[in-house]
């Protein structure tokens, strides 16, 4: 009862600190998870350390008898400091407890960079399946760089066809109803043809304006998804990599704006994403490289019009001396 006692205490801290739902949910996890191994009442530095050690070694594992990654190792560490500075620390000073940990992912531990595709090659891959429903989640998937959660909230209200710019051009977009970080509609232009007869098609207009967008099986869905790439570009993809490929095109196609870019994907404008994309991209080099060449082309005008400037003083130094010279005569 004590852990129960203890969790639903620093749950009302956590949402003073007005954080969502889905982070909150994810700090229970890693609450049960280690009160699992160690008493969060009464541990002890050397009880923590014994934990981690386990955890570090792998002795400690998923459920599944799987090793936990680097990141949520890192996750459970940072959740340890931070409840601790709460509970033991009046949430100013992390306590002895706790103060010694390094909440950093090991060097050999770090995920590997996901595999990426092109707006091309994820063409070939969606033309690998029979039914339109799902070369068209395909293609949308990587359109809008929505998590798995996100695409299969949407309704089949939530696919619309709107005015995207001032002049009144329209393109398709989309709505996530549910998200970890934020709801959001955005417009979705790479594969506007596709869409359209997906729209005009016998799927989707048997759904009612209500029904999921995409009734279809994830795990059926992950398993041809990764066949179907497999045997069109020899990549086995899966969502993560197409929301990866997503943002690496868009980071490029937005010319580096870390504020569209965090809108469209649903990131805080503080996220490290934001500028790992934008540097992989080469977005920011292409725009200073416009800077540079502004700013020279700038310094040349400026140049050539002080050159025109003194042409132009000159020909009326020239102009005056030929009058003398006249009258003179």
Not at 40 to 67: C, P, V, Y
Request: net charge positive.
């Amino acid at each position: 009862m004590k852990q129960v006692a203890s969790w639903k205490e620093y749950e009302n801290h956590l949402l003073n600190q007005q954080l969502t739902q889905q982070r909150i949910k994810k700090l229970k996890v890693m609450f049960t998870l280690t009160s699992k191994y160690i008493n969060l009442e009464t541990a002890k530095r050397e009880q923590i350390e014994n934990f981690l050690n386990n955890l570090n070694r792998n002795i400690i594992k998923k459920n599944d008898g799987s090793n936990f990654s680097g990141s949520t190792k890192a996750d459970i560490k940072k959740f340890l400091k931070q409840y601790f500075k709460h509970t033991r620390g009046e949430d100013e000073n992390y306590p002895k407890e706790v103060s010694w940990i390094k909440a950093t992912i090991g060097k050999d531990e770090k995920p590997k960079e996901k595999p990426t595709t092109s707006q091309d090659d994820i063409m070939k891959v969606a033309a690998q399946f029979d039914k339109l429903e799902y070369r068209i989640l395909t293609l949308m998937f990587f359109d809008s760089g929505f998590r798995k959660s996100e695409m299969f909230s949407a309704l089949k209200k939530d696919l619309t066809w709107d005015v995207f710019d001032e002049d009144g051009n329209k393109c398709f977009w989309i709505k996530c109803n549910e998200s970890k970080t934020e709801p959001r509609t955005i417009p979705i232009q790479l594969f506007t043809e596709d869409i359209k007869a997906f729209v005009n098609g016998v799927y989707y207009k048997s759904l009612n304006n209500d029904n999921k967008l995409f009734n279809v099986n994830y795990g059926s869905y992950l398993k041809m998804l990764g066949n179907a790439s497999s045997k069109a570009i020899s990549i086995k993809l899966n969502i993560q990599c197409l929301r990866h490929s997503s943002a690496t095109l868009y980071a490029q196609l937005l010319h580096g704006d870390l504020i569209a870019l965090a809108n469209r994907y649903g990131w805080s404008y503080s996220a490290k994403e934001l500028k790992t994309y934008v540097r992989r991209s080469k977005s920011a080099h292409l725009i200073g490289a416009k800077k540079v060449f502004s700013s020279e082309l700038l310094k040349l005008k400026e140049e050539n019009q002080k050159q025109q400037e003194r042409m132009d003083k000159l020909e009326k130094a020239i102009a005056v001396l030929t009058t003398m010279v006249t009258k003179k005569n």
